[in-house]
């Protein structure tokens, strides 16, 4: 079976396993989803939640979060993982975004990454969660790992394994697959202790026996 054949499949596959295929993370509009995907980098989505749950009650606009002292922002997000740099980096966005995008978050790729903070993996996350466009593929470090063991890219850099990904995956598919990859790689395909005999990819993994 050639990679593409072999990708339908895996999509095919975890789709019967994760039905809904969408970010775990709670947002009620796109600058919400740009705050909770920047604090999501090395922390889990759970914790994200209970923080932005207060978080999104206290801040209720890209303006709440731009006029803020930066010493009140870092406090609110203090349990999150690099706090510091995130607060700075959520500040100078909700900044940027008032007086360049009109305090809209842009929903372009050129213009998402030039905001502080944010990558191509934010960007793809926002434009296809917050605005259904699906302008690349997010790649984090489930979607990573899995593409790795899945024989889907021989790539390690994010930017080359999205190519990678982009190249074989159908345009309607480049966010399921995204989502698939990173709910199959917490429940099953985990870093240390893939649990191989329990996954519906087995017969077509080739990390079967790792
Ligand atoms: S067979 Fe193992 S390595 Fe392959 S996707 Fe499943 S859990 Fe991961």
Request: charged share 30%; aromatic share 6%; hydrophobic share 35%.
């Amino acid at each position: 079976m050639d990679t593409k054949k072999r990708l339908s499949e895996i999509i095919k596959r975890l789709k019967k396993e994760y039905p809904e295929p969408k970010t775990a993370l709670n947002f009620k509009n796109p600058f919400e989803l740009l705050v909770a995907t920047v604090l999501s980098a090395q922390t889990t989505d759970v914790h994200v939640n209970k923080v932005t749950e207060k978080l999104f009650q206290k801040y209720k606009s890209v303006k709440d979060f731009a006029d803020t002292p930066l010493v009140t922002l870092k406090k609110n997000i203090s349990s999150i993982n690099f706090y510091n740099n995130k607060a700075k980096n959520i500040q100078a966005s909700a900044k940027m975004i008032i007086e360049k995008f009109n305090s809209r978050v842009p929903k372009t790729m050129e213009e998402l990454v030039i905001l502080p903070g944010v990558a191509r993996k934010t960007a793809n996350i926002v434009l296809s969660n917050a605005y259904g466009i699906n302008e690349g593929i997010a790649v984090d470090t489930h979607v990573k790992r899995l593409s790795y063991r899945l024989g889907l890219t021989k790539h390690e850099d994010p930017v080359k394994i999205e190519r990678d990904l982009i190249a074989i995956t159908p345009k309607e598919d480049w966010e399921n697959i995204s989502h698939l990859l990173i709910f199959h790689g917490r429940k099953l395909c985990q870093a240390k202790k893939p649990n191989h005999s329990e996954c519906v990819l087995y017969d077509i993994c080739p990390s079967k026996d790792i």
